[in-house]
């Protein structure tokens, strides 16, 4: 079983299209799904799940697009955070604060002061984030701590990711046909094993679930060795 399993949730406006649905309704579906299949993973062992919600390349879609999303993830940390921490499961977020609102800024405060002392699991959620972006904080915490670059390790960079505590990813699971990282936790995936799935995001069951734990239960991880 993963300790940390990463989701690209790609595929959301397309299964509305295919759907006859208006594409944000995708996204309404997207979280909605994310919701079923992330609570399915922590009930068969998974202890972290990072998804990819918003990304910092995401802001240049529509206007109408990005209220959209930013008016759907308020409403999450606001509102939907209730359910998750009835189920025990710790509500985190992991991404750049540059261009979120104060409203969004502090619902998200509240959603993990909520559940913080929940143990059962935890759910990262990835808003306004990128991997490269991650890693340039970090270089610039560790220069603004004045630590010298001979002291400098790959255990200092990870300190100063945006969750240090969180492990590396092990395993990436990337919907709607698409083989690529898209800038998706580019630090914690150095040894990621991947599993790509036709399926749009929404159409993603707990079944396809079973059938990836299944597969990467099967992988043998060398780590270079």
């Known amino acids: 079983m ?34 079923t299949i992330g ?12 998804a990819y919600v918003f990304s910092t390349e995401n802001w ?10 930013m008016k759907l993830l308020l409403w999450v940390a606001k509102h ?34 909520k559940t913080k002392e929940n143990n059962r699991g935890e759910l990262i959620l990835c808003l306004n984030y990128g ?9 610039k915490g560790i220069v603004g701590q004045g630590i010298k670059p001979t002291q400098i390790t790959p255990a200092t ?7 240090p505590d969180v492990p590396p990813i092990d395993l990436i699971i990337r919907t709607s046909g698409e083989q690529r990282l898209s800038n998706f936790m580019l630090w914690r995936s150095a040894y990621s094993e991947f599993l790509f799935v036709d399926k749009h995001w ?10 990836a734990l299944a597969d990467y239960s099967k992988r043998l991880r060398r780590f270079g060795r």
């Open 157 to 163: 960079i990870a300190q100063h990711l945006y969750l």
């Open 60 to 69: 240049q879609r529509s206007q109408e697009e990005v209220n959209y999303l």
């Open 39 to 50: 609570k399915a993973a922590i009930k068969r062992g998974v202890k972290y799940i990072s």
């Open 131 to 139: 991997g490269q972006q991650e890693i340039a904080d970090a270089v």
């Open 2 to 35: 993963p300790q940390h399993l990463g989701l690209i949730l790609d595929g959301n406006r397309r299964w509305a299209k295919a759907n006859g649905l208006p594409q944000l309704e995708g996204h309404r579906k997207g979280y909605e799904n994310l919701k």
């Open 202 to 211: 929404p159409a993603f069951s707990e079944e396809d679930l079973d059938s």
């Open 80 to 113: 939907e955070v209730n359910e998750l921490h009835k189920e025990g499961i710790k509500v985190r977020f992991a991404g750049s604060k540059d261009k979120l609102s104060t409203k969004v800024i502090q619902a998200m405060k509240d959603a993990e002061t």
